[in-house]
């Protein structure tokens, strides 16, 4: 039986993968500068340009931003509504 060569941090093109990755990117930058000042809707333009290479966020952004929005929900990452 062969071994996965699965990669922990490959990137597809859906939703899923994106949203994972925003997720990622959102506390890392949390992690980085606790005290960065950003409002969430600037946060999140600012994480959109970080991640502007992933598939499905240049093949679908306005989805993109949709899940990015849900995941802050989500999560409670924020209070404001995306």
């Known amino acids: 039986m062969r071994e996965s060569s699965e990669q922990p941090n490959r990137v597809f093109n859906n939703a899923d993968s994106f949203a994972q990755t925003f ?6 930058h949390e992690k980085r ?31 993109a931003r949709q899940v990015a929005g849900f995941r802050l929900r989500l999560l409670g990452l924020t209070r404001s509504s995306l």
């Not at 997720?23 to 890392?28: F, G, L, P, S, T």
């Not at 960065?36 to 598939?55: R, S």
């Open 23 to 28: 997720d990622e990117a959102w506390i890392q």
């Open 33 to 63: 500068d606790p005290h960065h000042g950003l409002d969430p809707a600037t946060k999140v333009e600012l994480m959109l340009q970080q991640l502007a290479d992933h598939p499905f966020l240049a093949n679908e952004p306005e989805l």
